[in-house]
């Protein structure tokens, strides 16, 4: 309860400038450069204070103006949230005239304590809030702000003498490279968080393995698989099913069953690639080889044929006709702009037609799955089958 309230307070002061439409990139500039003007206002706030019990009254009035803007900046933010790009550039021009104004009337940059290092939250902020050539035109100010208050020395009389100007340099610079800190540390933050949830993405899309090549930039994969075992899935009597059934029960459905294949599917190491409207394809052995390819797939098409056959999904009981074939196959990504993982050659068509071609409730595989299976599952022979676009095959059952 305590740690809820305390985040609650923590947050309040950073929702300044939300809207509806912002996006989740946008909520993370906006609160870091929020939380930099609730940071900054007790530094600048004491600094005019001490400002004014010195005597510095110029100064104080120039550091007051920093603390009417910066507050005013929060209440514009309250009012015109979407105005953020035109109230942050008000708040960094006024921070880089105000470090050289103060600068001048203590005669320069060190008798000034580098006042002017507070300006370079005119950068960091134009490099969130902006773009990367904005904060490099900002930069360009900032220097030459820099510059200006150091040509200041020697060139300048100036209307007050700091007598602890290097106790005020040291609060200047702790708090200019706290508040850098501070920001920068955002940026790896975001970074690592964006760059998590891109990987997660592509894994989603990609085999791991395929999704690493990708990273290091191969141009094109494309690898010859020699054992591989590829299943097709279908459920049977869909179409007739999904007559008159609204679309988010209809999806509703497909995404529970498919879900409860796709656990299956992971628990045995196997690579899913595809679903094409009631159909799923997976395979074993790819992209990485292994020798235990067909055991795993049939151990997969056992689960699928009694647990989901066994199971209502949306108050209805599936039944599925599965097929399976072995042996070579092509694997390799295609698009641009929407990667797809998919596999061709002959095993792929025979796997696809022992589905088609079997029995609802019964897996279907072909002579060459029957080849790594007969010494360690129950299979029974079909007559011969003539499959379409193939001819006359010996096919099996998988019992179980």
Same mark, same amino acid.
């Given at each position: 309860?305590?740690?809820?309230?305390?985040?609650?307070?923590?947050?309040?002061?950073?929702?300044?400038?939300?809207?509806?439409?912002?996006?989740?990139?946008?909520?993370?500039?906006?609160?870091?450069?929020?939380?930099?003007?609730?940071?900054?206002?007790?530094?600048?706030?004491?600094?005019?204070?001490?400002?004014?019990?010195?005597?510095?009254?110029? &100064?104080?009035?120039? $550091?007051?103006?920093?603390?009417? $803007?910066?507050?005013?900046? /929060?209440?514009?933010?309250?009012?015109?949230?979407?105005?953020?790009?035109?109230?942050?550039?008000?708040?960094?021009?006024?921070?880089?005239?105000?470090? @050289?104004?103060?600068?001048?009337?203590?005669?320069?940059?060190?008798?000034?304590?580098?006042? &002017?290092?507070?300006?370079?939250?005119?950068?960091?902020?134009?490099?969130?809030?902006?773009?990367?050539?904005?904060?490099?035109?900002?930069?360009?100010?900032?220097?030459?702000?820099?510059?200006?208050?150091?040509?200041?020395?020697?060139?300048?009389?100036?209307?007050?003498?700091?007598?602890?100007?290097?106790?005020?340099?040291?609060?200047?610079?702790?708090?200019?490279?706290?508040?850098?800190?501070? $920001? /920068?540390?955002?940026? $790896?933050?975001?970074?690592?968080?964006?760059?998590?949830?891109?990987?997660?993405?592509?894994?989603?899309?990609?085999?791991?393995?395929?999704?690493?090549?990708?990273?290091?930039?191969?141009?094109?994969?494309?690898?010859?698989?020699?054992?591989?075992?590829?299943?097709?899935?279908?459920?049977?009597? =869909?179409?007739?099913?999904?007559?008159?059934?609204?679309?988010?029960?209809?999806?509703?459905?497909?995404?529970?069953?498919?879900?409860?294949?796709?656990?299956?599917?992971?628990?045995?190491?196997?690579?899913?690639?595809?679903?094409?409207?009631?159909?799923? /394809? @997976?395979?074993?052995? &790819?992209?990485?080889?292994?020798?235990?390819?067909? =055991?795993?797939?049939?151990?997969?098409?056992?689960?699928?044929?009694?647990?989901?056959?066994?199971?209502?999904?949306?108050?209805?009981?599936?039944?599925?006709?599965?097929?399976?074939?072995?042996?070579?196959?092509?694997?390799?990504?295609?698009?641009?702009?929407?990667?797809?993982?998919?596999?061709?050659?002959?095993? @792929?068509?025979?796997?696809?037609?022992?589905?088609?071609?079997?029995?609802?409730?019964?897996?279907?595989?072909?002579?060459?799955?029957?080849?790594?299976?007969?010494?360690?599952?129950?299979?029974?022979?079909?007559?011969?089958?003539?499959?379409?676009?193939?001819?006359?095959?010996?096919?099996?059952?998988? @019992?179980?």
């Amino acid at each position: 309860m305590k740690t809820g309230r305390l985040k609650r307070w923590i947050d309040w002061p950073l929702e300044f400038g939300v809207f509806p439409e912002e996006t989740e990139l946008q909520s993370g500039r906006r609160r870091v450069m929020v939380g930099a003007l609730w940071f900054s206002l007790p530094f600048i706030g004491i600094a005019a204070l001490a400002a004014f019990t010195a005597g510095h009254g110029l &100064v104080a009035a120039t $550091v007051g103006v920093q603390v009417i $803007v910066h507050s005013s900046a /929060m209440v514009a933010l309250r009012i015109r949230p979407r105005a953020i790009a035109i109230i942050f550039g008000v708040v960094f021009a006024e921070d880089i005239i105000g470090g @050289v104004v103060a600068s001048y009337f203590f005669g320069g940059l060190y008798p000034s304590g580098i006042t &002017v290092m507070w300006s370079l939250i005119a950068v960091l902020g134009a490099l969130l809030i902006f773009s990367v050539r904005a904060a490099a035109i900002w930069f360009v100010l900032f220097a030459a702000s820099v510059i200006a208050a150091g040509l200041m020395s020697g060139r300048v009389e100036p209307h007050y003498f700091d007598k602890n100007s290097v106790g005020t340099a040291v609060f200047n610079l702790l708090g200019a490279t706290l508040l850098t800190f501070l $920001v /920068m540390a955002y940026f $790896v933050r975001q970074r690592d968080r964006f760059q998590k949830r891109s990987d997660d993405l592509l894994h989603n899309i990609l085999p791991r393995a395929i999704a690493a090549r990708l990273r290091n930039d191969a141009t094109l994969i494309a690898d010859s698989i020699d054992e591989v075992s590829v299943l097709f899935a279908d459920v049977v009597g =869909f179409t007739p099913l999904s007559k008159g059934m609204p679309a988010s029960e209809l999806i509703g459905l497909l995404n529970e069953v498919f879900s409860t294949i796709d656990g299956y599917a992971s628990e045995l190491g196997l690579e899913k690639i595809k679903t094409v409207g009631d159909e799923y /394809m @997976v395979a074993s052995g &790819v992209p990485v080889p292994d020798s235990n390819h067909a =055991f795993n797939i049939a151990k997969l098409a056992l689960r699928i044929r009694d647990e989901v056959h066994g199971h209502m999904f949306g108050g209805h009981r599936l039944e599925f006709r599965i097929g399976i074939s072995s042996g070579p196959v092509v694997a390799g990504v295609i698009g641009t702009s929407k990667f797809a993982y998919d596999l061709w050659g002959e095993t @792929v068509n025979t796997a696809s037609r022992m589905e088609s071609s079997g029995t609802p409730g019964q897996i279907q595989i072909s002579a060459s799955t029957y080849a790594y299976l007969r010494d360690r599952f129950e299979c029974r022979p079909r007559d011969s089958v003539d499959v379409k676009g193939l001819g006359v095959m010996q096919t099996y059952f998988l @019992v179980g």
